[in-house]
């Protein structure tokens, strides 16, 4: 493989591209009395691409939920760079590097488009001129809100509103971007911008979780996929042709 | 109507109509973090009045010296009420509507305690410095400075909250009020900002019962008056909406001063709701509220 063949700076890369950024370990989290996740085991490495597939009610969203503190784990860790983050309230783990962008596009349609994109810096605490900065690569990545900065949220079509959420979350300079369904409700040509948006973002070396119904979506983008049914991972693996029936199978069937 | 009585009852409706204006605009600080309203809210601006009668008769302090010391206590009451009776509420479930019991039970006891030490007496309380209560001529209209005053103080403070809604801060209290939860995945730190805000709408009660007593009858009976009229005067306007809440203060104090007097006394606050439920009927979003768009 090409890392034998190199540089030292190739071989650190290499380390880096191995280390762990979330380690979930055991999680348990539910609703009340209610439990979705049941012990949960996964891992994202730096500079991955990792794909969560399952069917409605396996407790993807809830997973990403308990990830960004917005449901607290009755038991298990989440660890972030080695660090406990399982307890954290959703500020801390946005100031920790995680940042989500929830399923349904929920943009703020009261507010412009500039004006999502600047709350989604909210922890940052920027300087005038460093917002202006963050916001004009949004506006490179997503040329179609550049042209708009001003209109309301609630005038962009799904897919623009989709791709604000996505900017939103970018905003905060986040070192993992958690993605919950997000071609939910897209047409096939708006999904394929999304897929390149995205490819995008992981050549510049973000990490990214993605949780989707959408498995040919998935299959593309991902290095690696876990596929979840009734709060439990029931696959784990790199996703090929012959991987893709198994995956499917475990799922949905 | 002739045309000197005319102009006493239009000024006299703008002015109150605008103790009304802040009394709703102070409700709405408190409603946007939190989809709380405060039942005590009357009481607090009762208290600022009550409290106003103490520091300038009794004590002879200086207006522009006890004004923010009332604030200070007022924004200390309205942080102490997000604490008690809101944050525990909110903090179990977002959706709960269980602060009803709790604010509605802080303004019981704060009604009582301020009954039990304060009679109902009516005192000439001192003005601002450089204003009166005096009425001008102004053609065929009598105004008094301190009228004009309180009507450009009002516009004031909706211009200027305008402006606070439009920073960091106030970007992310009006995330909040949209939708709690995405805010939240924002990093938006809904416990903090709702502390602050609830403590601006205290201040701004307090602020209210100051610039109130020179013109109203500090009485027992005002604080829930005030919470009626002030809810009213949001509702129209569209709850969470400050431009709405002045245009809606001011047509209830009109609805009122008018009412008195084409009416008699006795059907004032019947004024104010015919033209409430009139309002609303035809939209019932606030005069400027928005519709909210459910998608099913």
Known sequence: MTAAVGAIGESETMVDEQRILLDLNALHAGYGSAMVLHGIDMTVRSHEFVGLLGANGAGKSTLLRAISGIVQPRSGEILLDGQDIARAKPQAVVQAGIAQVAEGHRIFGKLTVEQNLRLGAYTRRLTTTELAHSVGLIWELFPQLAERPKSSAASLSGGQQQMLAIGQALMAAPKLLLLDEPSAGLAPVVIEQLAEGLRELRRGGLTILIVEQHIPLTLSLADRIYVMRNGKIVVDGIPSASCTDAMLQAAYI | ?296
């Open chain 2, 1 to 296: 109507m002739s045309l000197p009585i005319f102009f006493d009852t239009l000024i006299e409706g703008l002015s109150t109509g605008c103790i009304f204006a802040l009394v709703a605009v102070s409700i709405n600080i408190m409603y946007r973090p939190s989809r709380a309203f405060n039942f005590g809210q009357g009481e607090f601006v009762l208290l600022g009045g009550v409290l106003s009668l103490l520091f300038l008769n009794s004590w002879h302090w200086p207006w522009l010296a006890a004004v923010p010391v009332l604030m200070l206590i007022g924004a200390a009451l309205g942080g102490l009420t997000d604490l008690i009776a809101i944050r525990p509420v909110i903090s179990r479930s977002a959706t709960s509507s269980a602060w009803v019991i709790t604010t509605l039970a802080l303004s019981l006891i704060l009604d009582d305690e301020i009954g039990a030490r304060f009679t109902g007496a009516t005192a000439v309380v001192p003005v601002p410095p450089l204003l009166t209560t005096t009425p001008m001529n102004i053609g065929s209209a009598q105004v008094s400075s301190y009228q004009i005053a309180l009507l450009v103080l009002t516009v004031l403070i909706v211009i200027g909250l305008w402006f606070a809604y439009r920073t960091r801060h106030g970007l992310a209290i009006m995330a909040l009020s949209e939708d709690r939860e995405a805010a939240l995945l924002r990093g938006v730190p809904a416990g903090r900002l709702n502390l602050v805000s609830w403590m601006a709408g205290g201040a701004l009660a307090a602020l209210v019962g100051v610039l109130a007593a020179p013109i109203t009858q500090v009485s027992s009976g005002l604080g829930f008056e005030l919470l009626i009229d002030g809810f009213i005067a949001a509702a129209i306007g569209g709850i969470g909406d400050n431009r709405g809440a002045l245009v809606g203060g001011l047509v209830v104090g009109l609805a009122q001063s008018f009412g008195a007097v084409v009416f008699g006394p006795l059907y004032q606050d019947l004024a104010s709701f015919v033209v409430f439920l009139v309002l609303l009927g035809l939209r019932p979003r606030g005069v400027l509220g928005e519709a909210r768009v459910r998608e099913v």
